[in-house]
C-alpha cells in the first residue's frame, strides 16, 4: 500500500517482515502498513497481541506470528561492554527526529540543566541518524554552538554501542534506544515527554497501550517539557542512586 508492494506477477511469494524496533507497532507505524504481509517476524508478545487485535478489529486475514525476538539487542547483549570511560559522570543526550523533538524544542536548555544539576559532568549529544541526515543545516548549527565546550561531546559515530556503555544516565524523548541502552546496561533513562510520536491517529481503538508508553516508567522516570530543570534534578538523583532500576530493567527484558 505504500513503497514496497506485493508482487503483481508472481502470486506464490511469502512475505516476511522483520521489525527494526523494540516497541509497538501499532502507534508509530502507519495505518494498514502491514495489512499485506504474511508472516511477522515479533519481537514479543505483545506484538503478537497488537497485530491480533489490529485483524480483529478490521477483519483482517491471520497472519502467521514467529516470536523471533528483536536481533539487534541480542546483538548488544552479546557484545562485550566498553570500558567505562575516566574523568568524571557521561550523561547521553540521544533523541528522536520527529516534529518537536529534544533538538528542535528544549536541547540548549536540557543542557544547561544536566550540567548545572551535575557539576563535572560530561555531555554526549547522540542526535538520530535521520536527523543528521534530514536536518543539516540544523545539525550544524547545534555543533558550532558547542564548539570549545569541553563539557559536551558531539557523538555522530552510529555503528558502536561504546557511547552507550560509557553512559551513566541516558536522556531522550520517544526515541527506542532508550530500550536498547537500559537493557544492554541496566542503567536508567530520563524521558522528556515532547509530543507523542504518533503516525497512526487511531491506535487507541486497539485498547491497548504501546509499550512506547507503558516501559517509559518501568526503565527511568518521565518529566514535562515544561520543566526541563526537572530533568537535571533526575539525572542527579539516578547518579546518587545508581542501581535503582536495575532489577526493574532486568525485569522486563525477561
Given at each position: 500500500?505504500y513503497?514496497?508492494?506485493?508482487?503483481?506477477?508472481?502470486?506464490?511469494?511469502?512475505?516476511?517482515?522483520?521489525?527494526?524496533?523494540?516497541?509497538?507497532?501499532?502507534?508509530?507505524?502507519?495505518?494498514?502498513?502491514?495489512?499485506?504481509?504474511?508472516?511477522?517476524?515479533?519481537?514479543?508478545?505483545?506484538?503478537?497481541?497488537?497485530?491480533?487485535?489490529?485483524?480483529?478489529l478490521?477483519?483482517?486475514?491471520?497472519?502467521?506470528?514467529?516470536?523471533?525476538g528483536?536481533?539487534?539487542?541480542?546483538?548488544?547483549?552479546?557484545?562485550?561492554?566498553?570500558?567505562?570511560?575516566?574523568?568524571?559522570?557521561?550523561?547521553?543526550?540521544?533523541?528522536?527526529?520527529?516534529?518537536?523533538?529534544?533538538?528542535?524544542?528544549?536541547?540548549?536548555?536540557l543542557?544547561?540543566?544536566?550540567?548545572?544539576?551535575?557539576?563535572?559532568?560530561?555531555?554526549?549529544?547522540?542526535?538520530?541518524?535521520?536527523?543528521?541526515?534530514?536536518?543539516?543545516?540544523?545539525?550544524?548549527?547545534?555543533?558550532?554552538?558547542?564548539?570549545?565546550?569541553?563539557?559536551?561531546?558531539?557523538?555522530?559515530?552510529?555503528?558502536?554501542?561504546?557511547?552507550?556503555?560509557?553512559?551513566?544516565?541516558?536522556?531522550t524523548?520517544?526515541?527506542?534506544?532508550?530500550?536498547?541502552?537500559?537493557?544492554?546496561?541496566k542503567?536508567?533513562?530520563?524521558?522528556?515527554?515532547?509530543?507523542?510520536?504518533?503516525?497512526?491517529?487511531?491506535?487507541?481503538?486497539?485498547?491497548?497501550?504501546?509499550?512506547?508508553?507503558?516501559?517509559?516508567?518501568e526503565?527511568?522516570?518521565?518529566?514535562?517539557?515544561?520543566?526541563?530543570?526537572?530533568?537535571?534534578?533526575?539525572?542527579?538523583?539516578?547518579?546518587?542512586?545508581?542501581?535503582?532500576?536495575?532489577?526493574?530493567?532486568?525485569?522486563?527484558?525477561?
Amino acid at each position: 500500500t505504500y513503497q514496497i508492494k506485493r508482487s503483481y506477477v508472481r502470486k506464490d511469494i511469502a512475505y516476511v517482515y522483520l521489525d527494526h524496533g523494540p516497541t509497538s507497532v501499532h502507534m508509530c507505524y502507519r495505518k494498514g502498513a502491514f495489512d499485506h504481509v504474511d508472516t511477522i517476524m515479533a519481537n514479543g508478545p505483545f506484538q503478537v497481541a497488537e497485530h491480533r487485535a489490529t485483524e480483529k478489529l478490521y477483519g483482517l486475514k491471520a497472519k502467521k506470528m514467529v516470536e523471533s525476538g528483536y536481533p539487534m539487542l541480542d546483538t548488544l547483549l552479546a557484545e562485550p561492554a566498553a570500558e567505562r570511560a575516566s574523568g568524571g559522570r557521561r550523561i547521553m543526550i540521544a533523541p528522536s527526529y520527529q516534529k518537536d523533538c529534544i533538538p528542535d524544542s528544549c536541547l540548549h536548555e536540557l543542557v544547561d540543566a544536566v550540567t548545572a544539576a551535575n557539576p563535572g559532568c560530561t555531555v554526549v549529544f547522540r542526535p538520530h541518524p535521520q536527523y543528521v541526515r534530514r536536518f543539516p543545516a540544523k545539525m550544524q548549527a547545534i555543533v558550532e554552538r558547542y564548539e570549545g565546550r569541553q563539557d559536551v561531546v558531539m557523538e555522530t559515530d552510529f555503528s558502536k554501542p561504546s557511547t552507550m556503555d560509557q553512559s551513566d544516565v541516558l536522556i531522550t524523548d520517544w526515541s527506542g534506544i532508550a530500550y536498547e541502552y537500559a537493557f544492554r546496561t541496566k542503567r536508567p533513562v530520563v524521558f522528556v515527554d515532547t509530543p507523542m510520536k504518533v503516525i497512526n491517529p487511531d491506535w487507541e481503538r486497539l485498547g491497548i497501550v504501546p509499550t512506547d508508553i507503558s516501559f517509559r516508567n518501568e526503565v527511568g522516570v518521565s518529566v514535562p517539557l515544561a520543566d526541563i530543570p526537572a530533568a537535571g534534578r533526575a539525572v542527579a538523583d539516578m547518579l546518587a542512586h545508581p542501581d535503582r532500576f536495575a532489577a526493574r530493567i532486568e525485569n522486563l527484558l525477561r
